[in-house]
Every structure is written in structure tokens, then in C-alpha cells.
């Protein structure tokens, strides 16, 4: 039997991406901190999971959009505080691109515009998405998960593919290009998944990814006063 509502889920995820968070303040040379960031490749899947249940399940797309929007902005300017960016769209929170996908899955799913239609649009979101974290995928992903509903054992797949792209895509060292590999880890949580809402305020998580950011960035320089 499926356990698992779409509240307890997303709090997993909160919870993992605060540990990947965490370690990200903390010195990354140490196994400790690397297996923090293990448990946080749980969260992206769970994310792109529910913007497609989102999408699936909303009454108005515009009002989806919209609030997926007006917290993209409110987290890119946590986000930059957080890795000590200046406030530009240079580099941006994983929200934008998440916001993009909402678009990009309604302009797939449209009849009234062809097939080429589409192209232009389509590349114009990925340039848009290119420069946040997680990038084009987290743009694709929720779209490709929202296409495979019918099918969780293509979802399954396609998780699993996006973390050999994203360890492919990631300009970092290989033990943290493995890492994105660990994506899989939200499999058997989604497998439970029993497409229940689950008692909760759904506010809890959009307000939650830009406050614990600002934290973590007073944190992190609080740190770096005491201990440089």
C-alpha cells in the first residue's frame, strides 16, 4: 500500500535540501559533508515531480504561473545572499526555471500552435533557464515527468537519465559530478506516492526556499567572521 501523500514528500524534500544546503556552508573536503549533499539529490526530482502534478492538477495555469513567478524573484535575491552573488540575473535560484517548465508544458501541450511552431519558443525558455541551478534540466524535467504520467516506471527512467545529463552538464570536480547521479534516490519515495494533497499549508513551501536561504547566508558570513 502507498503511503506517501504529496505534503509528506515535499517535506522530505525541504528537509533534504536543507541538509545539501547546510553542507554547502560547511568545509566541502569532508565525507560528512559530501553524503549531506547525497541526500539532497533527493529533493530536485521530488520538485520537478510536483510542478507536473501541479500543472496536472491546477484549475488556472495563469494563477499557477503567476505565484510560481512571484516566488522565482522573491528566491533569486535569497538566493544570490546565500552563495554570495551579486544581485543580477547573471545566476539564479532553481525556482526559474521550474517557473519556465509551466510554460513550456502548456506550449507542448497546445494544439491551436504546430509542431514548428514551437521550436523558437522552446529554445528562447532554454537560453531563459540555462543560468540557474539545476539549468535546462530542471526546465525539461518537470515537462518529461508531466508527459509520463501515465507511466511511473518512465518517470523512473527519466529521473534516472537526468542525473547522467546533469553529471554530463555539471562543470565541477567528478566526485561531484557523480553526485547528481544520486537523483535515484527519490525513486522509491515517488514510487510511494498515493496522489493524496495531505493535510498542510501549501504556503509552507514556497515561503520556506527563500527564508532558509537568507538564514543560511547570515549564517555562512557569521562563519566566516568567527573561523577565517
Same mark, same amino acid.
Given at each position: 500500500?502507498?503511503?506517501?501523500?504529496?505534503? #509528506?514528500?515535499?517535506?522530505?524534500?525541504?528537509?533534504?535540501?536543507?541538509?545539501?544546503?547546510?553542507?554547502?556552508?560547511?568545509?566541502?573536503?569532508?565525507?560528512?559533508?559530501?553524503?549531506?549533499?547525497?541526500? &539532497?539529490?533527493? #529533493?530536485?526530482?521530488?520538485? $520537478?515531480?510536483?510542478?507536473?502534478?501541479?500543472?496536472?492538477?491546477?484549475?488556472?495555469?495563469?494563477?499557477?504561473? &503567476?505565484?510560481?513567478?512571484?516566488?522565482?524573484?522573491?528566491?533569486?535575491?535569497?538566493?544570490?545572499?546565500?552563495?554570495?552573488?551579486?544581485?543580477?540575473?547573471?545566476?539564479?535560484?532553481?525556482?526559474?526555471?521550474?517557473?519556465?517548465?509551466?510554460?513550456?508544458?502548456?506550449?507542448?501541450?497546445?494544439?491551436?500552435?504546430?509542431?514548428?511552431?514551437?521550436?523558437?519558443?522552446?529554445?528562447?525558455?532554454?537560453?531563459?533557464?540555462?543560468?540557474?541551478?539545476?539549468?535546462?534540466?530542471?526546465?525539461?524535467?518537470?515537462?518529461?515527468?508531466?508527459?509520463?504520467?501515465?507511466?511511473?516506471?518512465?518517470?523512473?527512467?527519466?529521473?534516472?537519465?537526468?542525473?547522467?545529463?546533469?553529471?554530463?552538464?555539471?562543470? #565541477?570536480?567528478?566526485?561531484?559530478?557523480?553526485?547528481?547521479?544520486?537523483?535515484?534516490?527519490?525513486?522509491?519515495?515517488?514510487?510511494?506516492?498515493?496522489?493524496?494533497?495531505?493535510?498542510?499549508?501549501? $504556503?509552507?513551501?514556497?515561503?520556506?526556499?527563500?527564508?532558509?536561504?537568507?538564514?543560511?547566508?547570515?549564517?555562512?558570513?557569521?562563519?566566516?567572521?568567527?573561523?577565517?
Amino acid at each position: 500500500m502507498k503511503s506517501l501523500d504529496a505534503y #509528506t514528500l515535499k517535506k522530505i524534500a525541504v528537509i533534504a535540501m536543507t541538509i545539501d544546503h547546510v553542507a554547502w556552508i560547511l568545509p566541502n573536503d569532508t565525507f560528512c559533508s559530501y553524503f549531506m549533499h547525497v541526500i &539532497g539529490r533527493i #529533493t530536485a526530482p521530488i520538485m $520537478w515531480f510536483f510542478v507536473a502534478e501541479g500543472c496536472y492538477y491546477t484549475k488556472s495555469w495563469k494563477g499557477y504561473f &503567476g505565484r510560481m513567478l512571484v516566488f522565482a524573484v522573491i528566491s533569486h535575491f535569497a538566493y544570490c545572499f546565500y552563495e554570495g552573488y551579486p544581485y543580477h540575473m547573471l545566476y539564479t535560484s532553481v525556482m526559474w526555471p521550474l517557473t519556465l517548465s509551466i510554460l513550456l508544458i502548456k506550449l507542448l501541450g497546445t494544439e491551436k500552435i504546430p509542431g514548428w511552431g514551437k521550436l523558437l519558443p522552446i529554445i528562447l525558455l532554454i537560453l531563459c533557464s540555462i543560468h540557474a541551478d539545476w539549468g535546462a534540466v530542471a526546465l525539461a524535467m518537470p515537462a518529461v515527468l508531466y508527459f509520463c504520467r501515465q507511466s511511473f516506471k518512465n518517470q523512473a527512467i527519466a529521473i534516472a537519465i537526468s542525473g547522467i545529463v546533469a553529471a554530463i552538464m555539471t562543470d #565541477t570536480l567528478l566526485p561531484y559530478r557523480i553526485l547528481q547521479l544520486y537523483v535515484c534516490l527519490s525513486i522509491p519515495l515517488l514510487a510511494n506516492y498515493n496522489k493524496q494533497r495531505g493535510e498542510g499549508n501549501r $504556503w509552507l513551501f514556497y515561503l520556506y526556499y527563500p527564508l532558509h536561504l537568507v538564514i543560511l547566508g547570515i549564517v555562512h558570513r557569521v562563519l566566516i567572521v568567527f573561523f577565517k
